[in-house]
């Protein structure tokens, strides 16, 4: 190819380049520019000296995280609460996406939608609000329920084997329904003649929606698989914050609290910044890896 040919076709489309400008800037700006920060993490980094004054120190932080007390605990608590959350988590806007795709009722459909819509937008303050006031041991409506049945009030948010059932159905609870809208819009693309033909053949609903839907949205479900694996190191750190407590530390303290607690209470700016690094090329890894895996064995790929 010419090389005159790309810049023939930037010229005679060049109002579409422009209406990308703006948005290339603003990733350049605060997504490119900051990463000149990421060398904090290869030096003992002292605000009075700056980033390029602070003395530079390789992988000492790097190591002397690996070697410590914290990273086995860190990594297990991170790695349980994800996969969890990935095993009963991703199905769930799937099937709520099928299921609301055979309500032939508008109306009834319209109303299931925006119950399963609405706790995407309450604010993880409250939602862990909530939390703790359903399941408070004196005044919460769940043990007053278990409490009728003869069953002694638990202290839910002060044992640690209940924090993470209580975090990722949380977390079920408030996203399935939102997660659940492109699965919605890949059904919608579903040939009707399809089912119409599997009718004819004598095929019920399960069946139909065994060999038809589902085929139909798998390349939507292995992308988003993808993408879900691929974040497989990072939890957000404002729900495990706030639900976490001393009683309940042992498997609550993930990679994202602990960077928080080292680096801005603890002032350790170099060795989270060196942390942190290492989850995003952990993440990184793991998500070239899912997807060459992906797209070896179905041929459908994110990268």
């Not at 991170?78 to 099937?95: D, H, K, V």
């Not at 709520?96 to 009722?105: I, K, Q, S």
């Not at 992308?223 to 042992?250: A, Y």
């Amino acid at each position: 190819m010419s090389p005159q040919k790309p810049f023939k076709r930037f010229l005679k489309s060049w109002q579409l380049y422009l209406c990308i400008l703006p948005v290339l800037v603003y990733l350049f700006i605060f997504n490119y520019l900051p990463m000149y920060g990421v060398q904090i993490a290869f030096r003992d980094f002292m605000p009075g000296l700056g980033i390029t004054g602070s003395p530079w120190v390789g992988f000492a932080h790097f190591s002397a995280f690996l070697r410590s007390f914290q990273f086995p605990i860190l990594i297990r608590n991170t790695l349980m609460i994800n996969i969890y959350s990935l095993i009963f988590g991703f199905p769930i806007p799937i099937i709520l996406a099928l299921m609301l795709n055979e309500v032939r009722h508008l109306w009834y459909k319209k109303v299931i939608q925006n119950l399963t819509y609405i706790p995407f937008f309450i604010t993880t303050v409250v939602i862990v609000s909530m939390i703790f006031l359903f399941t408070s041991p004196t005044t919460g409506v769940v043990n007053r329920i278990i409490g009728f049945f003869g069953v002694s009030p638990i202290n839910f948010m002060g044992r640690s084997e209940w924090f993470r059932p209580l975090f990722v159905g949380s977390g079920i609870w408030q996203s399935m329904g939102f997660n659940s809208i492109i699965y919605i819009a890949a059904l919608s693309g579903v040939d009707p003649e399809l089912h119409e033909a599997a009718c004819i053949d004598g095929a019920n609903r399960i069946r139909r929606i065994w060999h038809i839907n589902l085929p139909c949205i798998a390349p939507t479900i292995i992308m988003l698989l993808i993408l879900n694996i691929g974040s497989l190191m990072s939890v957000g750190f404002e729900r495990v914050f706030l639900m976490q407590n001393t009683l309940n530390l042992d498997v609550s303290e993930v990679i994202s609290t602990y960077v928080y607690k080292v680096g801005l209470l603890g002032a350790r700016f170099s060795f989270a910044s060196a942390v942190d690094l290492f989850n995003t090329v952990i993440n990184f890894t793991i998500l070239l890896i899912v997807n060459r895996v992906a797209k070896t064995i179905s041929g459908i790929a994110v990268l």
